[in-house]
């Protein structure tokens, strides 16, 4: 039911892979991705942010940022820095991270299976960040942001993938950052043939990062339809949306890295807040009792299992264990710790009614270990919690409901590239 298709790849000469690879666009602020661009001007962050080669009054949202991307691509293009792949295939891309490692496949994936809902999804989007990514996509192009996908594992799709990493990798480097990147490509027609057919008895793909990338990709794609057809297409209408398969064209498409699901590793998304929300010490330990246990500890609290939560206050560690009635009669989505946490700690007892829009609560990804929490809450917070990370199988059944995850419920690592693979569409 996915259609998952192989694609002809716009992608850096092998000998410049390493410094073209580029973290993603949004986990740095203008002054930083400045700042990388200068210590390496070939850095992909350079066309994905182009405004960083632009005068600073110049607004990071002005067209003529967009425009200059497109010029940056074209030159990149011109002098060789990526070259076109001839042929339509798909990729093996590996990461390795602390010597873990994670295989997925780049590939296109289907607008209409976002649309139709075969491409699930488990958060909302802002339209302010998607308008920023439509035109960026739509002035350059191109796709340059892969789409972070998982799939429940396919025994065919491993077999191919598994052949394909014998053979000599396109890439193979190590990134300033530590995390290894090799890739693989698969154009035997055979093999390409067998992974769609696998692809097509799939019944849902899941994003697990990306969103709004994703939401972008497809908006700009159905923008392209309702151009061609020179009618009014609207997301919903699935009849008005289908494509034409005699006119298909590669905006019906949008990049993306599928996982099977038994490769991805979720890290925890930790929680700090910045007062007792007028509590005393006694009083805040006295309401959290209601709901959990509470033991203090001599180290800092990793949770090593669900319902199992670190909270470090005024220099100490605790350990909390939610009681168990607390998870009865929950759905999907209240049953995740994240939830529990909300429902019956920061929301009730601490005052946090909406997490994503309060000034009192910050996130921290699991990536910066224990010590950030510590670091927060003795300077400019007051208490931090550590979670046990939310599992892919609680991901997956978020979205097989059709429900949302709160805010700031997983933090992927290690993050795809940008600049690797590109889409032309």
């Not at 298709?5 to 602020?29: G, M, Q």
């Not at 309401?287 to 299992?305: G, L, Q, T």
Request: some cysteine.
């Amino acid at each position: 039911m996915a259609d998952i298709k192989p694609f002809r790849c716009v992608r850096p000469r092998e000998d410049l892979a390493s410094r073209v690879a580029a973290l993603p666009y949004d986990v740095y602020n203008r002054a930083e991705a400045k700042v990388e661009v200068e210590r390496e001007p070939l850095s992909f962050l350079a066309i994905d942010r182009a405004e960083t080669s632009l005068p600073d009054e110049v607004d990071t949202y002005d067209p003529a940022v967009y425009a200059h991307a497109k010029e940056l691509y074209q030159e990149r293009l011109s002098d060789g820095t990526f070259v076109r792949d001839e042929d339509s295939a798909y990729y093996v891309y590996e990461l390795v991270m602390d010597g873990r490692s994670q295989v997925g496949l780049v590939a296109v994936a289907s607008i209409d299976d976002y649309v139709s809902g075969v491409i699930k999804k488990h958060e909302n989007t802002r339209e302010d960040k998607e308008i920023d990514r439509i035109t960026h996509v739509d002035t350059l192009g191109a796709q340059t942001g892969p789409i972070f996908l998982a799939y429940r594992s396919d025994a065919a799709i491993d077999a191919v993938v598994s052949k394909a990493r014998k053979g000599t990798p396109l890439y193979d480097f190590t990134a300033t950052d530590g995390i290894t990147h090799r890739v693989w490509k698969i154009s035997d027609a055979t093999d390409v043939e067998e992974i769609e057919a696998a692809f097509r008895r799939i019944k849902a793909i899941y994003i697990a990062d990306g969103h709004h990338r994703a939401a972008s990709a497809v908006k700009v794609g159905l923008k392209r339809r309702e151009q061609a057809s020179g009618g009014v297409l609207r997301m919903g209408d699935e009849e008005t949306l289908k494509k034409n398969e005699s006119t298909e064209v590669e905006s019906d498409y949008f990049l993306s890295v599928l996982f099977p699901h038994e490769q991805l590793k979720i890290l925890d998304y930790n929680r700090t807040v910045k007062d007792l929300n007028g509590l005393s010490v006694e009083g805040f330990f006295s309401k959290v009792r209601e709901s959990f246990i509470v033991k203090a500890m001599n180290e800092p609290i990793y949770p090593d299992k669900k319902g199992c939560f670190g909270m470090y206050l005024d220099g100490k560690w605790y350990h909390l264990m939610a009681r168990e009635e607390l998870y009865k009669g929950r759905d999907a989505v209240g049953s995740l710790d994240v939830s529990i946490l909300q429902d019956y700690l920061l929301g009730p007892i601490l005052g946090i009614g909406d997490p994503r829009t309060d000034k009192r609560i910050d996130f921290i990804g699991g990536i910066r270990g224990l010590a950030e929490l510590e670091r927060r809450a003795n300077e400019d917070m007051r208490v931090s919690f550590s979670m046990y990370p939310t599992s892919i199988t609680e991901l997956f059944d978020v979205a097989d409901a059709g429900l949302l995850m709160p805010p700031k419920s997983t933090w992927f690592e290690p993050k795809l590239r940008s600049g690797l693979f590109i889409h032309e569409i």
